[in-house]
């Protein structure tokens, strides 16, 4: 059913005089918002990553970090858990962004389309790289609806982490689980992260207990909130032992305090941390016998001596088997737990040679990448975003599809930074890359830099034995695509006339 909606031009000042009788509060607030003026589409973001003026520092290392220092992540949560305002965050702490922009005001950097930023909400995912501490981070902030699942199907497809974010005060919901099952199924580590702390009826508890019972997981307590609710300050870091407070006159969050816990000023906090590190390190020894025999031996009598990175380690080797998720807290809209929560990012998520992919084996360094979401591009055509495993991509370099079984040409490399890029000479193994120039590819397909390379490949895995000899060479090469779930709704959109055209092609509706 269509609603056709009549909007009446109002001063901005005539406002107050509505009778609050006639019209409900959700009303007025888009009343309000549609009286704002235009936010333009286009956003100030500061230089990417290594870009400082003019000036390239070492090209070749700003775009190509070594393996280890990459890290694919990406955001998932529920309905308003605050995806896309912790992915504001972590962009602008990172020095991405120059400011701090709002759901609300439709000023964000992943919600880029003109529907995301009308509505309030993430419609496609976004791809933003940026550096924190050395490490590159190739970050992915996905949908919430269930209507869009099939955006964070893909991405999760090509990704070796993620964070979960859930409302600290209703714990695990309903789309929670579905892309928890969603990340289950590719076998993702995760890391859980407490939003919206300072919420009214947020409880730390509560939604630990709901990962608990809801999800099957065994969280690992690694930070206590200070307060709750209006009380919210900091956090703990129970594995080093420290108070983190944000500072009440810093409006952006970038000034804390890192303290000690210390018997003389916060006597109950430290008794309290000190029982949840002893419980810490029990959960993990449990889990990795490496920590375990360091633990009964050398560190058997007094848990208080075990030095803090022995712990991360074993933490960050039980968080790869997934049999267990470190969970964070903090409130991204207050500014408040969000760098510990990228220093989590680096240190306990994989990078891409911590993943285990067997058919990287049979390409010996050679090109294998997977074409994992397509959009469409009124100057530049199809723009292929691709996850690369093995080799090298260049611009002006021949690739081969081997479920399209055909040729074609990158004509130019690009880093995606949400809305905008920036052109590349090559991208390495473990990094996302997006392409122009390619017609044919579409989501799923599996890209190599030559058929003979394929055929190489081929004969390689039948040797091995990876694949059952009936199955062609071909056959045995394609990467596991991307499941597109059957559609609940079918429906035909056509422009009432040639002149309405454009406003059709504007909705980006035509994507792989």
Not at 45 to 64: A, E, T
Not at 170 to 198: S, Y
Not at 462 to 471: D, F, L, P, S
């Amino acid at each position: 059913m269509l609603i056709h909606l009549r909007i009446f031009g109002m001063h901005p000042r005539k406002i107050p005089s509505l009778h609050s009788k006639n019209v409900c509060s959700c009303k007025v607030r888009a009343l309000i918002r549609r009286l704002k003026p235009p936010v333009p589409l286009g956003r100030n973001y500061s230089s990417p990553p290594g870009l400082i003026g003019n000036d390239i520092k070492s090209l070749h290392s700003i775009i190509n970090p070594p393996i280890a220092k990459i890290r694919n992540i990406g955001i998932m949560a529920h309905i308003d858990a605050g995806k896309t305002t912790t992915t504001e965050r972590i962009l602008y702490y990172s020095g991405y962004t120059r400011s701090l922009g709002d759901v609300d005001d439709g000023d964000t950097v992943t919600d880029f389309m003109a529907q995301e930023r009308e509505r309030g909400i993430t419609i496609q995912s976004a791809a933003v790289t940026f550096d924190w501490k050395g490490y590159r981070v190739n970050l992915i902030d996905t949908p919430g609806h269930v209507d869009f699942t099939l955006e964070v199907e893909r991405c999760l497809r090509v990704l070796d982490g993620a964070v979960a974010v859930f409302d600290a005060s209703a714990g695990v919901e309903a789309q929670t689980l579905t892309v928890w099952r969603q990340a289950d199924k590719h076998k993702i580590p995760r890391i859980c992260f407490l939003n919206k702390m300072d919420k009214t009826g947020a409880s730390f508890s509560y939604a630990v207990e709901s990962i608990k019972e809801k999800l099957k997981a065994k969280p690992l307590l690694l930070q206590l909130p200070v307060g709750e609710a209006r009380t919210f300050k900091g956090v703990v870091d129970v594995v080093s032992k420290e108070k983190l407070l944000w500072t009440l006159n810093s409006d952006d969050g970038k000034d804390f305090e890192r303290k000690p816990l210390l018997e003389t000023s916060d006597p109950e906090l430290l008794k309290e941390t000190s029982e949840a590190r002893n419980a810490l390190i029990e959960q993990v020894a449990d889990l990795d016998d490496e920590f375990a025999g360091l633990v009964l031996g050398e560190f058997s009598e007094n848990f208080d001596l075990l030095p803090a990175e022995k712990l991360q380690a074993a933490i960050h080797r039980v968080t790869l088997a997934q049999t267990a998720v470190p969970v964070l807290c903090g409130s991204a809209l207050k500014n408040k737990g969000v760098q510990p929560l990228l220093d989590a990012i680096t240190m306990y998520l994989p990078s891409p040679e911590e993943r285990n992919y067997e058919f990287l084996q049979w390409y010996k360094g050679d090109l294998c990448a997977l074409a994992f979401k397509v959009l469409h591009d009124k100057q530049r055509g199809p723009l292929v975003f691709m996850r690369i495993y093995s080799g090298t991509i260049k611009p002006q370099s021949a690739i081969h599809n081997i479920n399209g079984n055909c040729t074609e040409r990158i004509s130019r490399l690009l880093l995606p930074f949400a809305d905008q890029q920036i052109e590349i000479p090559s991208l390495t193994a473990g990094n996302i890359a997006l392409t122009v120039g390619l017609k044919h590819t579409a989501t799923g397909d599996t890209i190599v830099s030559s058929k003979s390379s394929a055929l190489a490949a081929a004969r390689r895995a039948e040797r091995e034995g990876e694949k059952h000899r009936q199955n062609s060479e071909a056959e045995r090469l394609f990467l596991a695509g991307v499941e597109v779930p059957d559609p609940v709704f079918f429906c035909t959109i056509e422009p009432p006339s040639v002149a309405k055209q454009p406003g059709i092609n504007s909705l980006g509706i035509a994507t792989n």
